[in-house]
Nanobody, 123 residues
Framework: QVQLVESGGGSVQAGGSLRLSCVAS??????GAWFRQAPGKDREGVAT????????IYTDSVTGRFTISRDNAKNTLFLEMNSLKPEDTGMYYC??????????????????WGQGTQVTVSS
């Protein structure tokens, strides 16, 4: 069983930045991803990255503001979030490693999930 531990969430004002990290207990050769869930809303795929970091996909609302990356030597995923907006508020979860190995923003594409880290952006 792969365990994922996220960190880096917090409260910031609009326009601020945060960097999320997710450490996996086991090495994986598949894609990883970040999801978020706001109260009363469905879990949303935010960004996904391939094993070799040669392919990334972002949901439209974060393109140009968020950057996903990974360090395979440290079994770690990152999400750099800049120009944060109040609508970015939510619980952020990392997910690994995709069932097909390929990048995916679909929640059912992942078996392992972290416990989540809260991001709150105030206006």
């Amino acid at each position: 069983q792969v365990q994922l531990v996220e960190s880096g969430g917090g409260s910031v004002q609009a326009g601020g930045s945060l960097r999320l990290s997710c450490v996996a207990s086991q090495r994986g050769t598949g894609a990883g991803a970040w999801f978020r869930q706001a109260p009363g809303k469905d879990r949303e795929g935010v960004a996904t990255i391939s094993y070799h970091s040669d392919k990334t996909i972002y949901t439209d609302s974060v393109t140009g503001r968020f950057t996903i990356s990974r360090d395979n030597a440290k079994n770690t995923l990152f999400l750099e979030m800049n120009s944060l907006k109040p609508e970015d508020t939510g619980m952020y979860y990392c997910a690994a490693w995709s069932r097909t190995g390929k990048v995916s923003l679909a929640p059912d594409g992942y078996e392992h999930w972290g416990q989540g880290t809260q991001v709150t952006v105030s206006s």
